[in-house]
């Protein structure tokens, strides 16, 4: 595109394109299959976690007409209700004894578990060359990240992570109009959500193991500690040593579209990366406790040059932090947000997975030139992963785009645990100004739950 160095650019066409809603957001709903595939035959799925996220995911995959062939879940009655829906499908607590039992009847593996076992179950479906689907965020540290990366590449499978807001109308023209230059050079993003985590300590004496719970298993590879319900079904999330906190639950989802569109994943690959570059984070929360995440934290990256694209700020918020008012040009900082910050606008989303936008100011978008659709309109995320199982594409969400996201997110979380900036090299997965914060990009497992 070429508008001669002005701000305003040709406004004739972009009614045929796009247009805006009365509240200013652009509304975009997805588009019809871009493929005629007809399977002949379904999948065979097994799933590892099938209470909450995971029930959901079940009830996903069945009601495409997938097989339902096999369930694991360490906690019966939290997975009762997938348990009594398919009776016919094999039941385990341990999912290292229904990939061993089961698996040449198996096509590939949904893991819908806490975050700390994400990586184990995973890296055992890859192991046994199965297609993956993993939740968001795909791992709990930096180091799983890489290592599943690697194992995905090694077993040239289907890999997705559960980042629903890649498959959007929305998201995938954002990322169009972004990387084609209508709001010109990005080199400010900010992130944000409202909620928060309470920090606590970790509660002493002994507490009764619920029936059906196996506890053991649902530790895995955490360091053992005596059951406490505050710790299960969701309430897992607070903890350090289980989940990743506010920024790893949803920085994944809104700092998606940033990520993308400005190709920051370029950064994890030696072909394209600048040599020697590094990203710097740094941050500040409400307290740092070392059982739990903070009330509130905002998280500054420093994001190097990509290729001809400039050097890019990207600040994330959450537990009540928010950018300056004056950035959204008049409108209101709502609870979710994601703003790219352009030399000749901005675009903002105000939704988790980004389903749809606005372009700022909007008088000077009222109409613009026409902007070639060029990325794959997607079919939906969850038929994305299960068509590429059979042979048909590749989904956007795979794990080579979702690892590099999970370490930049997840680099927030040990930035703010170092208390100084940290400077990291994705190529090398080192932090290289603090060689004794490369401990905080792992956890020691336990006897047993080795990656």
């Not at 198996?106 to 700390?116: F, G, L, S």
């Not at 001809?308 to 994330?316: A, F, I, Q, R, Y």
Request: with cysteine; proline share 5%; net charge neutral.
């Amino acid at each position: 595109m070429n508008d001669g160095g002005n701000k305003r650019l040709d406004r004739r066409k972009f009614s045929k394109l796009i247009a805006l809603s009365a509240s200013g957001f652009m509304f975009l709903k997805n588009s019809k299959s871009v493929w005629s595939y007809q399977a002949n035959e379904k999948l065979n799925i097994a799933f590892v976690g099938v209470g909450g996220r995971g029930r959901d995911l079940v009830n996903i995959f069945s009601g495409m007409g997938e097989n339902i062939v096999g369930l694991c879940d360490v906690d019966e009655e939290y997975a009762a209700d997938s348990f009594n829906r398919f009776p016919d499908s094999a039941k385990y607590r341990d999912f290292r004894k229904m990939i061993g039992e089961i698996g040449d009847k198996i096509d590939a593996v949904v893991v819908a578990t806490p975050d700390h076992t994400h990586a184990v179950a995973v890296a055992a479906a890859l192991r046994a060359k199965k297609h993956v689907y993993c939740e968001k965020p795909l791992t709990r540290t930096i180091f799983e990240a890489r290592k599943l990366c690697e194992l995905a590449k090694e077993a040239k499978v289907s890999t997705q992570m559960g980042n629903q807001g890649t498959a959007s109308e929305a998201f995938r023209r954002a990322v169009e109009l972004v990387q084609y230059g209508v709001i010109g050079e990005v080199r400010e993003v900010h992130c944000w959500i409202g909620g928060g985590n309470s920090p606590m300590d970790r509660p002493e004496g002994q507490h009764p193991v619920p029936d059906g719970l196996d506890w053991d298993l649902w530790l895995g590879p955490a360091e053992y500690r005596p059951f406490h319900p505050i710790y299960i079904r969701g309430r897992w999330r607070n903890w350090r040593a289980f989940g990743s906190g506010v920024l790893g639950d949803f920085g994944c989802h809104i700092v998606n579209l940033a990520f993308m569109a400005l190709k920051l994943d370029e950064l994890w690959d030696p072909d394209r990366a600048p040599k020697g570059a590094t990203i710097r984070v740094w941050g500040e929360a409400s307290e740092i406790h070392p059982e739990t995440y903070s009330r509130w934290v905002v998280v500054h990256y420093e994001f190097p040059k990509r290729g001809e694209l400039p050097p890019v700020s990207l600040t994330w918020y959450n537990g009540g932090k928010k950018p300056k008012e004056d950035l959204l040009m008049g409108h209101q900082v709502t609870d979710v947000g994601c703003l790219l910050v352009g030399s000749r606008g901005s675009l903002l989303t105000t939704d988790t997975v980004h389903s749809r936008f606005v372009l700022l100011p909007q008088k000077e978008f009222e109409g613009i030139e026409e902007i070639p659709q060029k990325m794959p309109r997607s079919v939906g995320h969850y038929r994305e992963w299960v068509l590429a199982c059979k042979g048909e594409g590749t989904p956007m969400a795979n794990f080579g785009y979702s690892c590099p996201l999970t370490e930049a997110i997840l680099l927030g979380n040990v930035a703010l645990q170092v208390g100084h900036p940290i400077e990291y090299d994705p190529i090398s997965g080192r932090i290289v100004n603090c060689v004794e914060a490369n401990s905080l990009l792992h956890r020691e497992y336990r006897v047993g739950w080795e990656l």
